[in-house]
């Protein structure tokens, strides 16, 4: 390790004195003009990883549902996963440290992780269409070449594309090929399968309005669709040459707002859904013949998502264990629902993929949504091999049941991604303002089949607040009276917080 050269570059890069960032939720996230240290960082803290793990690593250059002025970097594990906790540790020592500090920091890293520096390193980057993207994605790759690692850069990407791409490289194209081509095979072939299995001729066509946030979804989407054209036609809207990143638009916006995004034009039984900034979120939504406006939210999606499953365990007999995750966010009915009707077990996390992600993997088959949107299906690996086994084994209903799973295995792109308030219970509980929580309860007895709980934001700085209750009115009352006891006792610093509520 040349540190003579790393300081020397690190100082064309140079961390903003006092300023101090935590790798969150989803990375570091900020506004976009204080995080060129940031990227020129993470691109050397990428190549001692993928030293350390003798694999590629990835590197995602976007801050998601954030405005238009932020950015962010996260890292990517090599089986296309979040990075590890004590990884994200040393990436928040690094971010901090300041410049006359940098060399004993890399080199405190390489102590505690033993990183072998004569490894050879691979980073794959990409980024969102945010205008400080491309050059913050350069400082990441100054970081990756500092340190003599070799690196592709993929340009414009979707996040989930970059998880793709470091599980292909990562698994010698075994998963599917590592390019965008790849991508858009491996996914279409699968759905255009599944369609066909599903549906019985004569059959409507099809087709699905997108709102793309005004974000890198409409790129990969426009060229997409040409591969799975025969199952679907897609309208895109928000495509990102009139309106702004995520503004009035988007999964976020319609998730919270509950109404449809600015921009897209909206029938009656249309189907409708939404991307984020960096497409790893969804939603779905329509009106009704009456007008009224229905949304299909992540609570929506895994219940969706888990009776299909369940229905086709039944088919082909297997008797293969099914599981949920959730966060605190979802919506108490759809748990009832999962546990009481549907008889699935669900399980909660704190927020954030990566907490989800983990869970999840601990079913033959782990279905995962967080209620804005995130999520997938996790198939382990002696579930993946039994379903293709029976899916040539199996005779007539049972066999197209067993390929059907085999298709939403290659569909689900199943890679394996304030500070005054504390909780647990998967942030249900707030253990420190002292108080809190007992407000809290107190205020949640008014109402009926209400619920609430407090969290701080993992990638803004703000405390979320979350209520729902058995009308829209007691839902929005309930989470105003808790916005005033954190406004209270948690020092009612800053502007007094604006609830966002739901009713169940
Ligand atoms: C990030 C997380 C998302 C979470 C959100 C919460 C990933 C890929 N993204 O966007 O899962 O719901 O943060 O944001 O993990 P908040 O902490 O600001 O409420
Ligand atoms: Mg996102």
Not at 140 to 160: M, N, R
Not at 277 to 283: E, L, M, N, P, S
Not at 293 to 300: A, Y
Not at 416 to 441: F, K, M, S, W, Y
Request: overall charge negative; proline content about 3%; some cysteine.
């Amino acid at each position: 390790m040349d540190l003579d050269s790393i300081s020397k570059h690190s100082a064309l890069h140079a961390k903003p004195s006092g300023l101090i960032l935590q790798y969150g939720t989803a990375g570091f996230r900020m506004k976009a003009e204080h995080l060129d240290h940031v990227m020129f960082r993470m691109g050397l803290l990428a190549v001692l990883r993928s030293k350390q793990t003798k694999s590629t690593i990835g590197v995602m250059v976007t801050a998601s549902h954030n405005p238009e002025e932020d950015n962010g970097v996260k890292l990517v594990d090599p089986l296309g996963e979040m990075l590890a906790p004590s990884w994200e540790e040393h990436a928040t020592c690094l971010a901090n440290a300041e410049e006359q500090n940098m060399q004993k920091v890399l080199m405190n890293i390489c102590k505690k992780a033993a990183v072998d520096l004569q490894q050879a390193a691979f980073i794959v980057i990409g980024r969102d269409t945010r205008s400080s993207s491309e050059k913050l994605a350069q400082s990441v790759i100054d970081g990756i070449t500092v340190l003599g690692g070799q690196f592709h850069d993929y340009g414009l990407l979707t996040t989930p594309q970059l998880h793709y791409m470091v599980y292909c490289r990562n698994t010698n194209g075994q998963y599917g090929k590592a390019t965008v081509e790849g991508y858009y095979q491996k996914l279409s072939k699968a759905f255009v399968e599944l369609t066909k299995q599903a549906f019985s001729s004569g059959d409507e066509y099809q087709s699905l309005k997108v709102d793309c946030a005004n974000g890198i979804g409409a790129l990969q989407l426009r060229e997409m669709r040409g591969y799975f054209s025969q199952g679907l036609s897609v309208q895109l809207f928000n495509v990102g040459t009139k309106g702004k990143l995520n503004h009035l638009c988007g999964a976020d916006f319609v998730k919270s707002h509950q109404k449809p995004p600015q921009g897209m034009e909206m029938k009656s039984n249309e189907r409708c859904c939404s991307f984020d900034g960096d497409a790893d979120r969804i939603v779905y939504y329509y009106r009704d013949t009456d007008g009224h406006f229905h949304l299909i939210d992540g609570d929506k999606i895994a219940t969706l998502i888990s009776s299909f499953l369940k229905e086709l365990l039944l088919e082909i007999g297997e008797n293969l264990n099914l599981g949920v995750v959730q966060t605190a966010y979802a919506n108490g009915s759809s748990t009832r629902y999962l546990e009481e009707v549907m008889k699935v077990p669900v399980y909660c996390t704190k927020t954030g993929v990566k907490h989800l992600h983990h869970k999840a993997q601990e079913f033959d088959i782990g279905v995962y949504f967080e209620a804005n949107g995130h999520g997938t299906v996790l198939f382990s690996k002696a579930a993946e091999m039994k379903i293709k086994q029976l899916a040539k084994e199996l005779e007539d209903k049972k066999r197209k049941a067993a390929k059907m799973l085999a298709n939403i295995i290659d569909l689900s792109n199943q890679v394996a991604d304030r500070q005054v308030i504390c909780t647990t219970d998967a942030e249900r509980q707030a253990v420190t303002p002292p108080g809190l929580q007992e407000a809290i309860n107190d205020l949640v007895k008014k109402y009926k089949l209400s619920r609430a709980f407090v969290r701080p934001s993992g990638t803004e700085d703000v405390v979320r607040v979350y209520a729902e209750a058995d009308s829209q009115e007691s839902a929005d009352s309930l989470a105003h009276e808790v916005s005033c006891a954190v406004y209270q006792l948690a020092g009612g610093v800053g502007e007094k917080p604006q609830p966002v509520s739901e009713d169940i």
